[in-house]
């Protein structure tokens, strides 16, 4: 066999496409192909590859380039360097269009140049680009939290989901892409929370992301009315095919402001509450208790004076226990003002509340937070569960108080926030798989002063569960996590 008919076979047997080009004297030619390129091209022979090559190919290439300029643009670059590499969209016989990756190597002969292509058919990567890029547009419009993906080499926005879109105040998807890669800095804050120029920030964190993989930031974007609001975001490199994406997941921190603030108010609104308490004592105890004192007072001197003279008389002892029957009625007294002020601020803001939009919120605020100390948040809310009779502002703060607590002592576990209806009440549970309490801790851990920071704690959460009409009870076992338990009265609308 002779060196040539061995180089024919080697090409034929080949399973890329391939074709040959001379160059000499100044000009190109297309010498030759093999096997493969018959079968690419659908056609009977390779004269019908070279003609089909010339005549049927598509005018334009993707990136607008005449066909004809890129084929010679790109052999000649290839026989200045010596190599190359480039995509061409082909025509078949039946005018398909057909994309192609090239790899070209030079070859110098002593009266000419030969230039080797090597193709390598993209459609079924593309197509399976395609299939993903469907996929993850999917999953990303299912996903709760705004996402995004740019191109990493120009930080084009190439897709994104509906949340993002409307997050940003926008109606669909490609309206809020056009307008944000018509005018990218003008949705980005000039300073970062960080410090740094949102030009400056940009190419840091992309260069970042390439070489960790993944970075969190906070980052400053403006809506399409120009409002600035927080983002925590978490920036990932992400391989599709044979180029790479950053995807971008964005939690706004709206919300979880607007929870802060409400516990803020019902903070706020507890300290009021408090103040007024005390005032209100302070006014009931030097009102009624005039009365009992003053006879304490007549009755403590009566006998004080008949023990002096050593005769203790039946009046004496008369007048002792009247002191002694005074003093529990000063107790009963305190007790009323108590349970009167208390209940009669909370009853006047009553109102119907949804408990279980209330703990899907907590729980999507909660989340993040908890995650980074291993916590996985869980909740079971049943359908069409009543609303309940409560101030809302005083059942945040119960929620927030327990599972602050729930949070503080458990690590790498679970917390589980169960709803449940029942006659007359609605009733919640919630669990945690944390370091749980001993029987002491247990048993005075609605003891006012008990347990140390925890300010009022349980025991607010009981005075304010009770003053609703409710019951709270805890159980707990050390070392297997703790469930506190609570009821609320449902509202009347709903009885």
């Not at 004269?47 to 004809?68: A, C, H, I, K, W």
């Not at 609303?387 to 929620?399: K, M």
Request: glycine share 6%; proline share 3%; with cysteine.
């Amino acid at each position: 066999m002779t060196v040539n008919m061995m180089v024919k076979t080697l090409l034929d047997s080949a399973p890329l496409y391939v074709e040959i080009w001379e160059y000499k004297d100044g000009e190109f030619k297309f010498m030759d192909c093999n096997e493969r390129a018959v079968t690419v091209f659908g056609v009977e022979s390779k004269q019908d590859v070279m003609d089909l090559n010339f005549v049927d190919r598509p005018e334009y290439q993707p990136d607008g380039r005449e066909s004809t300029e890129m084929i010679y643009t790109t052999l000649q670059k290839v026989l200045e360097d010596g190599h190359g590499k480039a995509e061409f969209t082909l025509m078949n016989a039946r005018g398909e269009e057909m994309p192609f990756e090239f790899t070209y190597s030079r070859i110098s002969l002593p009266d000419s140049e030969i230039i080797v292509c090597y193709g390598y058919d993209l459609r079924a990567a593309k197509e399976r680009a395609t299939a993903g890029a469907e996929n993850l547009r999917r999953i990303a419009d299912c996903f709760p939290l705004a996402m995004q993906i740019h191109d990493e080499k120009t930080v084009t926005l190439v897709e994104c989901n509906i949340m993002a879109a409307k997050t940003f105040g926008f109606d669909n998807k490609a309206e809020y892409m056009h307008a944000y890669n018509s005018d990218f800095w003008g949705f980005a804050a000039e300073i970062q929370p960080c410090g740094t120029p949102s030009r400056e920030k940009v190419p840091q964190t992309v260069a970042q992301v390439i070489a960790e993989g993944c970075v969190q930031f906070e980052w400053i974007h403006r809506t399409r009315t120009g409002e600035e609001i927080l983002l925590d975001v978490t920036m990932t490199r992400v391989q599709l095919d044979e180029f790479f994406v950053l995807v971008s997941c964005l939690q706004d921190f709206r919300p979880i402001k607007e929870a802060e603030a409400q516990r803020i108010a019902a903070e706020i609104a507890t300290l009021e509450r408090e103040k007024r308490f005390k005032e209100n004592i302070l006014a009931t105890i030097s009102h009624e208790l005039r009365t009992p004192l003053a006879v304490m007072s007549v009755y403590a001197e009566m006998a004080v004076r008949q023990i002096k003279s050593g005769t203790v008389t039946e009046q004496a002892l008369s007048a002792l226990n009247t002191i002694s029957d005074e003093s529990h009625r000063l107790a009963a007294l305190a007790s009323s003002a108590l349970d009167m002020f208390v209940k009669k601020d909370a009853v006047e803001t009553r109102a119907p509340l949804d408990i279980g939009k209330m703990v899907a919120q907590l729980v999507g605020i909660l989340s993040t937070s908890a995650a980074k100390q291993g916590v996985k948040i869980l909740s079971n809310l049943p359908e069409n569960l009543p609303q309940v009779w409560a101030v809302s502002g005083e059942i945040t703060r119960v929620f927030w108080n327990i599972l602050d607590n729930a949070l503080k002592h458990t690590k790498n576990g679970t917390i589980n926030i169960s709803v449940i209806s029942a006659p007359g009440k609605v009733s919640v549970s919630i669990s945690d798989t944390g370091c749980g309490m001993n029987s002491e801790t247990r048993s005075r851990a609605f003891d006012k002063g008990f347990g140390e920071g925890s300010g009022l704690g349980l025991v607010f959460c009981k005075e304010i569960i009770e003053t609703h009409g409710g019951e709270i009870s805890i159980k707990s076992k050390q070392g297997e996590g703790t469930t506190v338990t609570f009821s609320v009265p449902i509202a009347k609308e709903n009885v």
